[in-house]
């Protein structure tokens, strides 16, 4: 995955997933290949949530591409192609390299995140490393902008091999099929991240030389970088370990994690909550516009993977921290497991801000309490997304447009990048945290 936006604002709304459920939907009479806008434009009458506030002047004018351009950032269709596409990338199933970056001028390709299992991953790449220069054969080539970048990458097809530079290290990569992983565990003396298996899955690997020496003895650190494939289940694997290991103290990286699907949301919630009740408990609340509400309930769970009142929890966000991520956030503050102070939210520097520029969001989260559906024509194979509903954490509170920060009483983290080479934002954090004992 390579983000081709130079832009920190842009990079979000097209890193942020909305929260999206997948419904197939069968409208009567609008179903013919040849009749797609019919079928758009009732989909949008009957489900979407800001149809009351939208511009409908001339839509029935409008080819399909306009009238999408009038839905919110959020809202959109998509071919048959497309929607394929979509599926398989939200699946886990990508080719690429598997890196999203920004692109600082004086300095180079600054990684922001790397998916866990990608080529990138393997070959040694992370966030934070700045990329200057690219090599294939014997030509070298200075990233001194990012079209020159991605002109680079472009000119390789799949399992083609070159290397990547920054100004102290090579990797020597190549844009591949493979399944991502979601999470990774880190604690004072080794790691868990999720592999290539020979079914195709994944399996959990360990690897010492990711540990974070700087972790307590009693802690552990787990990133979760998406609510999607198999995110559920991998935090089940970890959630296994960090009990096994009678860890006490969790630290939960949601920084840079746009969300993803209510399903997998709600089965990763159910790791707490079904360690303290045994009926059915609210994951969130969603509102249609037609005053209908909804519940969804965490899933419930069992076994080794639980995790217990007593676990002291740590969350880390940032303005990236958005939707499904925000929604966990809801669940476990709703039911005791996370106080406000215990959520440590990035504190941009002004360094990043005027690189950003003006639209650029710092000391909160990014603010997304509202939901998106999938409808799909089954005459074509098209698909639109559209915000169907609000939404809320079980406790009451809705986060849309206000976000959290230190109003709600979470601690601010200063942090010199959305990305730093050894994440000084987080052994910041841990230094606040063993300052608190």
Same mark, same amino acid.
């Given at each position: 995955?390579? /983000? ?27 179903? @013919? ?16 949530? +800001?149809?009351?506030?939208? /511009? ?35 699946? *886990? ?14 300095? *180079? ?24 220069? &690219? ?7 200075? @990233?001194?902008?990012?079209?020159? +970048? ?33 999470? @990774?565990?880190?604690?004072? =003396?080794?790691?868990?991240? +999720? ?26 650190? !787990? ?35 746009? &969300?993803?699907? #209510?399903? %997998? ?49 740590? #969350?880390?966000? /940032? ?9 966990? !956030?809801? #669940?476990?503050?709703?039911?005791? +497991? ?20 003006? &639209? ?15 409808? %799909? ?31 709600? *009483? ?12 050894? =994440?000084?934002?987080?052994? &910041? ?9």
């Amino acid at each position: 995955m390579i /983000n081709y936006k130079n832009r920190p604002l842009k990079i979000l709304v097209s890193v942020l997933s909305a929260i999206l459920i997948l419904i197939a939907t069968l409208l009567s009479g609008c179903l @013919f290949s040849g009749d797609t806008k019919a079928w758009m434009l009732k989909v949008i009458e009957s489900n979407y949530y +800001f149809y009351d506030d939208m /511009n409908k002047e001339g839509l029935e004018d409008l080819s399909i591409e306009e009238i999408a351009a009038r839905l919110d950032i959020y809202s959109g269709y998509y071919t048959a192609e497309e929607y394929e596409r979509e599926i398989n990338d939200n699946d *886990g199933k990508k080719i690429g390299l598997g890196i999203s970056s920004n692109f600082v001028e004086g300095k *180079g390709v600054y990684v922001v995140t790397v998916v866990e299992n990608s080529p990138a991953r393997e070959a040694g790449i992370t966030p934070g490393d700045i990329i200057v220069s &690219g090599k294939s054969g014997d030509k070298v080539t200075q @990233f001194t902008s990012y079209k020159i +970048f991605t002109d680079f990458l472009l000119a390789f097809g799949e399992d083609e091999e070159f290397t990547l530079s920054t100004a102290d290290k090579d990797f020597t990569v190549a844009k591949s099929d493979y399944t991502a992983g979601y999470t @990774f565990m880190a604690t004072s =003396d080794t790691a868990w991240e +999720f592999a290539s298996a020979a079914d195709g899955g994944l399996y959990p690997r360990e690897n010492p030389a990711r540990a974070r020496d700087y972790l307590p003895d009693d802690a552990a650190y !787990i990133n979760l970088s998406q609510f999607f494939g198999s995110a559920p289940a991998e935090m089940g694997v970890l959630f296994e370990k960090f009990n096994a290991m009678e860890k006490k103290t969790m630290i939960l990286d949601l920084r840079n994690n746009g &969300g993803g699907y #209510v399903s %997998v949301m709600q089965d990763i919630a159910g790791y707490f909550v079904s360690s303290i009740v045994t009926e059915d408990r609210v994951a969130m609340t969603a509102e249609y516009r037609n005053g209908r509400k909804q519940l969804w309930p965490c899933t419930k769970q069992k076994g080794a993977a639980l995790i217990s009142e007593d676990t002291d929890i740590y #969350v880390l966000a /940032n303005s990236g921290t958005a939707s499904a991520s925000e929604a966990l !956030i809801g #669940v476990l503050v709703s039911y005791g +497991f996370l106080d406000y102070e215990d959520i440590f939210i990035s504190d941009f520097s002004e360094t990043y801000l005027e690189w950003a520029g003006a &639209g650029a969001k710092t000391a909160r989260t990014y603010g997304k309490g509202i939901m998106q559906s999938t409808f %799909v024509n089954r005459g074509t194979g098209e698909a639109l997304t559209l915000t169907t509903a609000r939404i809320g954490w079980p406790n009451g509170k809705c986060i849309h447009d206000v976000a959290l920060s230190e109003k709600d *009483g979470c601690t601010l983290s200063p942090a010199e990048w959305t990305a730093t080479k050894n =994440d000084d934002e987080l052994r &910041g954090i841990i230094e606040v945290i063993n300052g608190r004992e």
